[in-house]
Antibody, heavy 116, light 107 residues
Framework: QVELVESGGGGVQPGGSLRLSCAGS????????IHWVRQAPGKGLEWVSF????????YHEDSVGGRFTVSRDNSKNTVYLQMNSLTDEDTAMYYC?????????WGQGTMVTVSS | EIVMTQSPATLSLSPGERATLSCRAS???????LAWYQQKPGQAPRLLIY???TRATGIPPRFSGSGSGTDFTLTISSLQSEDSAVYYC?????????FGQGTKVEI
């Protein structure tokens, strides 16, 4: 089955930007959608965004609308999450997850820390 | 936005006991639109149950889901030590998808 590996996390100052990547292991990567779900330290899970196989996108508008952009390059088996205007409330582990149409297969996550 | 409320917050039981976890939605959720996830410390969540009552691949039969409308239940029939984890319910009845706050099961 497909494996997902996130990368690109790290420390960033408030107001800064970061781009996360989610790389998939299978040649059929372009046939399924990918979600981003985040988890603040010690907190629960929050759905962030979704990109369909053909590239249509959805966002949790209340949390990230207008600041985050998700895209994909199926030729590289990769989905990207561009995060701008980051605040300390964006500090979290970010998971990419295969859609089926539930949150079927999770990556191990990449940590984003927003701090001055 | 549909609000998912789980109870209890923490469940402390002994091996072999039965665990019953509840999840209530603020509005009706379709019967194919409710899932449960298990998260152990330091690990990513794992899909347990989808469509309210269907076990995901590789999930042992001691895990079962039930419910409809606004009230759903995850039952672990005979707890084993490896079941210590936080369990989350989640709906996919429209956007945004939302999760309950989790129930921590201590064994």
């Amino acid at each position: 089955q497909v494996e997902l590996v996130e990368s690109g996390g790290g420390g960033v100052q408030p107001g800064g930007s970061l781009r996360l990547s989610c790389a998939g292991s299978r040649i059929s990567f372009g046939t399924f959608g990918i979600h981003w779900v985040r988890q603040a330290p010690g907190k629960g899970l929050e759905w962030v965004s979704f990109i369909r196989p053909e590239g249509t996108t959805l966002y949790h508008e209340d949390s990230v609308g207008g600041r985050f952009t998700v895209s994909r390059d199926n030729s590289k088996n990769t989905v990207y999450l561009q995060m701008n205007s980051l605040t300390d409330e964006d500090t979290a582990m970010y998971y990419c997850v295969k859609d089926n149409p539930v949150l079927e297969i999770w990556g191990q996550g990449t940590m984003v820390t927003v701090s001055s | 936005e549909i609000v998912m409320t789980q109870s209890p917050a923490t469940l402390s039981l002994s091996p072999g006991e039965r665990a019953t976890l509840s999840c209530r939605a603020s509005q009706r959720v379709c019967s194919t639109c409710l899932a449960w996830y298990q998260q152990k410390p330091g690990q990513a969540p794992r899909l347990l149950i989808y469509a309210a009552s269907t076990r995901a691949t590789g999930i042992p039969p001691r895990f079962s889901g039930s419910g409809s409308g606004t009230d759903f239940t995850l039952t672990i029939s005979s707890l084993q030590s490896e079941d210590s984890a936080v369990y989350y319910c989640q709906h996919n009845e429209g956007w945004p998808w939302t999760f309950g706050q989790g129930t921590k099961v201590e064994i």
